[in-house]
């Protein structure tokens, strides 16, 4: 048996059992190397979206770095075996300033490099992130750094754009009518989230603080909206205006959905509310669908 030096780090691991790599026969260089991705026969069908997804990477959102969730794809067609996924990557790469920029401009651009470098008719991007900004406490003017989860959504063509899509979901207030109601004193309040995605009309102007306009609308319909700093003349202004506007979910969806859908950069959009009921073990919910 060898007698190996435990000292060393390479006499440890071949006490723990690493052994030396095998000769071996397959090719190392690139142009020597099989492509089967780039095999073309008949593969029965074509393929509508293949790629990459659950794909962690920096993006700047506003005035902040945050951390994006991304998917990435094209279309296949029908006598290619494959994709090139590392083109994935590469295309995110080209816009990567210190984060990507997560905006339509820029993944737009993304997708453009991404459908010549793969050499297919259609490219995709969905990336979610999350929204931090300042915002001040209603009397005290504190300011403190709040959040929302954003959602950017594209498809391209040959022909342009076949889908743009910006989403958003936010936390708010809501105080029961109900409860309201039918109490001596007091009702039950909770916390609620709203959820939009909105199909966005691709021959808009879009505005460049649509977050904003989007959040705002999300947050004045309900009962009252979540601040990060509160002090107790805040805290006084927030509980009385929650009481002074109680609202169902089936309230807040519909008061949302008419401002919405009177945004001239809208062509439709999905909605849900939900609160996380302060009484009850479970959620409510309302959900609608809506094109203009």
């Not at 459908?115 to 008719?121: A, C, F, K, T, V």
């Not at 063509?157 to 889908?163: H, I, K, M, S, Y």
Request: net charge negative; with cysteine; aromatic share 8%.
């Amino acid at each position: 048996m060898e007698e190996l030096d435990l000292t060393t780090r390479e006499g440890r691991f071949k006490h723990f059992g690493s052994v030396e790599p095998v000769k071996g026969t397959k090719p190392t260089e690139k142009a020597e190397m099989a492509d089967l991705q780039n095999s073309k026969k008949d593969f029965l069908f074509a393929v509508e979206s293949v790629g990459i997804n659950n794909l962690s990477y920096p993006v700047v959102i506003g005035d902040f770095q945050s951390v994006g969730n991304f998917e990435l794809a094209t279309s296949l067609r029908r006598e290619e075996k494959g994709v090139n996924m590392s083109r994935l990557l590469e295309a995110l790469e080209t816009e990567n300033r210190n984060g990507v920029r997560l905006d339509f401009a820029t993944l737009e651009q993304v997708l453009k490099v991404l459908r010549d470098r793969m050499r297919q008719e259609n490219a995709e991007v969905t990336a979610d992130g999350k929204w931090y900004f300042s915002k001040p406490s209603p009397g005290t003017n504190l300011h403190g750094m709040a959040h929302a989860d954003v959602k950017y959504s594209l498809a391209l063509d040959e022909g342009g754009l076949t889908r743009k899509q910006f989403g958003m979901t936010a936390m708010v207030t809501t105080l029961c009518p109900c409860s309201k109601e039918i109490s001596e004193y007091s009702a039950h309040n909770q916390r609620g989230y709203v959820k939009v995605l909105i199909d966005v009309d691709p021959g808009a102007d879009l505005p460049e603080n649509h977050k904003e306009i989007v959040y705002e609308l999300l947050e004045i319909n309900a009962s009252s909206q979540l601040y990060p700093i509160l002090k107790r003349t805040d805290e006084k202004m927030v509980t009385e205006r929650a009481y002074e506007n109680p609202r169902f979910v089936e309230d807040l969806i519909r008061l949302i959905a008419y401002d919405i859908a009177e945004l001239d950069w809208v062509k439709g959009f999905e909605l849900e509310c939900r609160n996380e009921e302060s009484i009850h073990q479970h959620d409510a919910f309302s959900r609608m669908k809506h094109q203009k």
